[in-house]
T-cell receptor, first 119, second 112 residues
Framework: NAGVTQTPKFQVLKTGQSMTLQCAQD?????MSWYRQDPGMGLRLIHY???????DQGEVPNGYNVSRSTTEDFPLRLLSAAPSQTSVYFC??????????????????FGPGTRLLVL | GNSVTQMEGPVTLSEEAFLTINCTYT??????LFWYVQYPGEGLQLLLK?????DKGSNKGFEATYRKETTSFHLEKGSVQVSDSAVYFC???????????FGAGTTVTVRA
């Protein structure tokens, strides 16, 4: 299993440009999430999905769109990049919501991250 | 709402020293508690978890006990190695809540 994969690893954008961050998982997980990581703030949830065709907003959704056409893929779109979106973005997947459960495999699995710089 | 507060870093230690990272939480109900670790250049991976009060999670020599009376989940390791250098995140998750609430992260550097 590749687990959770993300592309690209690093991207530089100019203000106003758009782009899509790709995320895929091969564990057949229903739940997928996008977080952003900023210094001193931990990780904050941007959007999440509870299954193909179903998405919802997290804590910091403004400026981002998502879709979930298949169980495997959960792309994150930046509509018009702003310097405030400079961050490290992590995709995660899990069997159950947020990986909460008592089973051994019940956790959120994170991808390696995409580092985004908006100039 | 749910929130997590963990001690600020950075923390610098010598090999074989004792490590403790404090974590306290605020939550309604009975959340699950997690410690995630992020090694340089990598994503987060689960280090350990506890799902109910008085549970002790352990992995790779690290331990943390879910203390409901003090709303804490402090991470400890008796003898750290250089390979333990990483950023450690305390997190909280509640049943039917679709996100983990993360602390700010603590950067730990272990010197030989």
């Amino acid at each position: 299993n590749a687990g959770v994969t993300q592309t690209p690893k690093f991207q530089v954008l100019k203000t106003g440009q758009s782009m899509t961050l790709q995320c895929a998982q091969d564990m057949n997980h229903e739940y997928m999430s996008w977080y952003r990581q900023d210094p001193g703030m931990g990780l904050r949830l941007i959007h999440y999905s509870v299954g193909a065709g179903i998405t919802d907003q997290g804590e910091v959704p403004n400026g981002y769109n998502v879709s979930r056409s298949t169980t495997e893929d959960f792309p994150l779109r930046l509509l018009s990049a702003a310097p405030s979106q400079t961050s490290v973005y992590f995709c995660a997947s899990s069997i159950n919501p947020a990986g909460v459960g008592t089973g051994e495999g019940e956790t959120q699995y994170f991808g390696p991250g995409t580092r985004l710089l908006v100039l | 709402g749910n929130s997590v507060t963990q001690m600020e870093g950075p923390v610098t230690l010598s090999e074989e020293a004792f490590l403790t990272i404090n974590c306290t939480y605020t939550a309604t109900g009975y959340p699950s508690l997690f410690w995630y670790v992020q090694y340089p250049g990598e994503g987060l991976q689960l280090l350990l978890k506890a799902t109910k009060a008085d549970d002790k999670g352990s992995n790779k020599g690290f331990e943390a006990t879910y203390r409901k009376e003090t709303t804490s989940f402090h991470l400890e390791k008796g003898s750290v190695q250089v390979s333990d250098s990483a950023v450690y995140f305390c997190a909280l998750g509640a049943v039917n809540d679709y996100k983990l609430s993360f602390g700010a992260g603590t950067t730990v550097t272990v010197r030989a």
